[in-house]
């Protein structure tokens, strides 16, 4: 709406309840093929971005209003809390290898803890908790997650089943407001590909 208001001999136009300006990353997801697997652009969600409702990983969490920012606030700061979480593993990562553990060994303990940190970060949203699970279920035949062999099988080494427990799901990143944070992670990890962007 358009407010006109005398003032002197001026005449101001005033703009009242302007729609604000869409949120934008610095850098765009949509040119990262693994954040768009499992997202889709939705101008009403508040970062632009919420779950495919055709996700294997994600498509659960699409039944959520993203457009409503009392909820992804909610869900940004879980999301937050669930990277800072992931110190743990960096710990045991860094004590097994000066103990002299072998990859396998590191690669199992990482991969078990990112389990159990994911599950637990949801543990005050059961509606979450069980669908995380029933994912879980559907896609590795266990509700904790993929166990280290099956991750090995992936990926066919344990350097790689390493590297990837601290690989987190970028789309869910994106919808969260939190893409621009983990960048440089992404980068770390050979998510991106910086020539494309």
Same mark, same amino acid.
């Given at each position: @709406?358009?407010?006109?208001?005398?003032?002197? =001999?001026?005449?101001? #136009?005033?703009?009242?309840?302007?729609?604000?300006?869409?949120? &934008?990353?610095?850098? +765009?997801?949509?040119?990262?093929?693994?954040?768009? #697997? +499992?997202?889709?652009?939705? *101008? $009403?969600?508040?970062?632009?971005?919420?779950?495919?409702?055709?996700?294997?990983?994600?498509?659960?969490?699409? $039944?959520?209003?993203?457009?409503?920012? !009392?909820?992804?606030?909610?869900?940004?700061? %879980?999301? &937050?809390?669930?990277?800072?979480?992931? /110190?743990?593993?960096?710990?045991?990562?860094?004590? @097994?290898?000066? %103990?002299? #553990?072998? @990859?396998?060994?590191?690669?199992?303990?990482?991969?078990?803890?990112?389990?159990?940190?994911?599950? $637990?970060? @949801? #543990? +005050? +949203?059961?509606?979450?908790?069980?669908?995380?699970?029933?994912?879980?279920?559907?896609?590795?035949?266990? !509700?904790?997650?993929?166990? *280290? /062999?099956?991750?090995? !099988?992936?990926?066919?080494?344990?350097?790689?089943?390493? &590297?990837?427990?601290?690989?987190?799901?970028?789309?869910?990143?994106?919808? =969260?407001?939190?893409?621009?944070?983990?960048? &440089?992670?992404?980068?770390?990890?050979?998510?991106? /590909?910086?020539?494309? !962007?």
């Amino acid at each position: @709406m358009i407010l006109l208001v005398m003032t002197g =001999c001026n005449i101001e #136009k005033l703009e009242i309840n302007p729609k604000p300006e869409p949120f &934008q990353y610095v850098h +765009d997801p949509r040119e990262n093929p693994e954040a768009m #697997k +499992d997202i889709i652009e939705d *101008p $009403e969600a508040v970062y632009g971005f919420s779950p495919d409702p055709n996700s294997t990983r994600l498509g659960t969490y699409a $039944e959520y209003d993203w457009s409503d920012p !009392e909820f992804v606030a909610k869900a940004k700061a %879980e999301r &937050q809390a669930y990277h800072d979480s992931m /110190d743990s593993m960096i710990d045991i990562l860094y004590t @097994m290898r000066d %103990e002299g #553990k072998s @990859m396998e060994e590191i690669a199992r303990a990482v991969s078990t803890e990112r389990n159990r940190l994911r599950l $637990e970060s @949801m #543990k +005050d +949203d059961p509606s979450g908790l069980a669908k995380a699970k029933e994912s879980n279920l559907e896609t590795y035949g266990q !509700e904790e997650g993929p166990t *280290p /062999d099956q991750l090995f !099988e992936k990926y066919g080494s344990w350097a790689l089943v390493a &590297q990837k427990a601290f690989s987190p799901n970028v789309g869910m990143d994106v919808i =969260c407001g939190l893409y621009d944070n983990y960048y &440089q992670l992404y980068m770390e990890l050979g998510i991106v /590909d910086t020539k494309a !962007e």
